[in-house]
């Protein structure tokens, strides 16, 4: 694109032909970053294949990336030719030939960053919505969901099933728990999903404003106070993977992280089991499952006043008796 | 349009009174920097005590630790005081008794180095105070940063409690987002603005001196933030997180809000004299690039950071007065506070980029020896930037649950972004087709620009692609492209602009060796700091963080030890800058590049009144290598050219 000369012919009085030379050399490093950026590093570029949504986000990083190398290599290899060769010898004190500008390269120039623009912006529309949102949380009324998938049954799950796995992401200052409705409604700090099925994520706070960013499965939505955030996923292969929180939340925000781990089946199912028993005194008294909850009932307030606490402490403003603003 | 024949602004009323000048007082009973940290401190004191008395009827203060109200109150005190002090309203008072007041051009009471240190009328002045102002905010800053990147060195082992590393970071976000919005607005605007469309003074003398004198103030509070436990929300303040912090937090309110006006004052000022003071013959098509960047900046400043003070003083009323409008309990939204600080924080982007395009449009004629390629192109490229940066705030808020629907909207509205973008590289790449560089120190600056700037441009079409968004968004990766345009491009611009105007504006050449030394360590430095940083991003370290993966250890640690020399580079350019200006002072020619522009036609440094008489424009800055070409202006014309141009001008609108 930069390559091409205003002046006709593109020659100069010694002769060499800038244009042409900068358009072979242009094409010929195009044509080896490219492939090095889409079969080289494309297919290991963050975050990874574990999950449906990280697979296309990977894809979609790598077509990102072999666009965008030629667009590099054509402005560096131009900058570059212009201070090897068009310099101002030494004791040269004119100036070169005045030009205005070009019509054609202007108009060549306009119309092919318009057709790559456009282009990426139809390519990212189709990448965000085939995927079910590409694993990006979409708020309480969700658009993009994963195909052949329902909310029938909020109480209840079977492995197969078009029946959603559910899974409650709940931030607070500075852990997240999970709780599974579908198992009745436990709330635990260990995350855990099962292989091949779709996952509806429901992520919520209890404070402040957090993100749930699972690296490795490619989810991330915000955990909003009093508001539901849906993003799914399908985890496709085993493992552990890493769960962040990527908005600051507060003085431990950079030590609010934990691993999760994406189990076979019947692991799963086998781990729900056990956990459910476990923690079957705990789920008592926890507040009913929903998805979102009033964070008035949690007395930080005066656990802040009891540890002598004036910055954030975990506290937040209680509507009905303001006692920490 | 008319400079001499049109009367005194309304600003000044009284200027030409028969009553006499002013009286000029002894120096230290001047109303100067001393007389305002007095009336500061009073002010203070005044409403702390203020806000004491009237928070003793609220429960909810005396149930805590926090009074809000006093510190607010003291802040808001303050400011008035300092103002009063620095001798704000004297005119005003002036005025009112009936006494004549300042004229713009009256300096008579503004001499000697003392002046830098008074509220004065000088556009130059301001200028400089400007300039000097801003590289302190911006030092302190670096120096933050520098700490920053201590903390990280280790995954696990710690020179800062969280609480520290969390003011740190968001006294240097803030510190940082405050002096960009005028780093180069502030001093070479004001400045410069003026001399190059042929005016003697700036349309709001007092506004623009005020703008400045709100800046010192405004560091000061956010500084005073450490005293008060900091703030822990970073430069974005996200409610409820902001709700829910101790007292520095009010330091980061009220400084933010206060910078706010400061840049709409400043913004005002600038888009009002490039509109009205040009000189004859100084068409639209012949405006250096320079000002069309001022002019959209400026525009932008005006429109957007309304919206920032809005947005700080909902913040400091919920925090204060009880109100609720960012606390969903209570029928507020957290999300409304997400609007409105990206409402501004993304015109904000470019009122940081547009200034360091215009910069850059500048240099690269003069060392290229060749006209700009294309120059409706660079303005259109200019205007394009600034109006579609109001459509493309949500792009901060692709994951935060927001209606999902809104998303592909925003992503073509912001990768739209890239192609006015793309004309400034055309037009840069085009005017270095079969140039004549001259690899001056300000023109490594410009050319490293564009390298660094194309880097912070393309990572940010993957920002805005909303699947590649999911995993980049919040981490280093956003923190690596920013750096990059802002770092990368407009304090490069900035860098690339003070050797390239000092000559002119102290009429010091600076150190040239040492100068590349500094373009060199600073270019390497500052590439080898934030390149890595895209990765670390990728893989999956968030930002703010206090902790980190062990295995990003050694990229950090790389990273940190860039930073370091980063600021060693820095202190190559104060050493420079310092030795140059008050040691050396070796005298800069008039004209060092052999440039077109306007202001290198006038002597250096320029005369207190910038032009003996209103020169008229005859061509463009940029017409290199046109043996046909006009010189550019006529910097004495005879008697009644002016009117005759007067008329023509005026006709054209």
Known sequence: ?325 | MAIETQPESAQAPGGDDPGGTPRVRNFWLRPGIHTAVIGAVIGYLLGHWLGDFIAGGYQQSAASDDNDFAIVLGFSFLIVGWLIGLGVFDDLMRQMLGRPIRSWDDHSANVGFGRYFRYTLDHKVVGLQYLVGMLIYFFTGGLLAIAIRTELLSPTYHVMSPTTYLEVVGEHGTMMMMMMTSVILGPFGNYLVPIMIGSKRVAFPRLEALSFWLTPCAFLILLSSFLLGGFPTGWTGYAPLSIQAGEGMDSYAVAFGLMGISIILAGFNIVVTIICYRAPGMRWSRLPMFVWAMLTTGFLLVLAAPVLVGGMYMIVTDRTAQTAFFIDQLGGSSYLYEDLFWFFGHPEVYILALPGFGIVCELLPVFTRKPLFGYKIAAAGLFGVAILSFFVWQHHLFDSGMDPDMRPLFMLTTELISIPTGLIFLVALGTFWQAKLRLTVPMLFAIAFFFNFLFGGISGVFLSDVPADTTAHGSFFVMAHFHYTIMGGLIFAFFGGIYYWLPKVMGFTMNERLGKIHFWTMFIAFNSTFMPLFAVGLLGQPRRVWEYAANLQTLNDWVSISAFCLGGSMCIFIFNFVMSTVIWRKRAPQNPWNARGLEWQIPSPPPVDNFAQIPVVLAGPYEYGDPDALPVADLYPPAGVIAGALVRTGTEG
């Not at chain 1, 949380?137 to 959603?164: F, H, Y």
């Not at chain 1, 409705?181 to 292989?195: D, H, N, R």
Request: charge should be negative.
């Open chain 1, 1 to 325: 694109m930069a390559a091409e000369s205003p002046t006709a012919a593109g020659t100069r009085v010694d002769g060499r032909r800038d244009g042409f030379w900068l358009l072979v050399l242009w094409i010929v490093l195009s044509v080896i970053g490219c492939l090095l950026v889409a079969l080289v590093l494309g297919p290991h570029l963050p975050p990874g294949d574990q999950s449906s949504s990280a697979a296309s986000q990977q894809t979609d990083f790598t077509v990102l990336g072999t666009i965008a190398t030629p667009v590099v290599l054509g402005v560096l290899l131009y900058i570059g030719w212009a201070l090897t060769f068009w310099r101002q010898k030494p004791g040269d004190e004119t100036d070169a030939a005045p030009i205005h500008g070009s019509t054609r390269i202007s108009a060549i120039w306009i119309v092919s960053t318009s057709v790559i623009v456009l282009a990426l912006a139809v390519y990212g529309t189709i990448e965000l919505i085939t995927p079910a949102g590409a694993g990006a949380g979409q708020g309480p009324q969700p658009i993009w969901k994963p195909a052949g998938t329902t909310t029938s049954s909020l109480t209840s799950w079977t492995p197969g099933s078009s029946n959603i796995l559910q899974v409650q992401v709940i931030g607070q200052q500075w852990a997240w728990t999970y709780r599974y409705p579908q198992f009745g409604g436990f709330e635990t700090t260990q995350l855990m999903l099962p292989v091949g099925e779709p996952v509806q994520f429901n992520v919520t706070s209890l404070d402040v404003i957090h993100s749930f960013w699972a690296y490795t499965l490619g989810v991330k939505a915000d955990a909003n106070p009093g508001l539901n955030n849906v993003a799914y996923t399908t985890p496709e292969h085993t493992g552990y993977f890493q769960v962040r929180c990527s908005e600051l939340c507060g003085i431990w925000h950079g030590s609010m992280y934990d691993t999760g781990e994406v189990l076979s089946v019947p692991a799963f199912l086998k781990w729900t089991q056990t956990t459910k028993v476990q923690l079957a005194a705990v789920t008592k008294i926890l507040p009913p499952y929903a998805l979102t909850y009033d964070p008035t009932n949690i007395p930080a307030g005066k656990i802040n006043t009891a540890l002598g606490l004036t910055s954030a402490g975990g506290g937040y403003y209680n509507p009905a008796d303001p006692e920490q603003p």
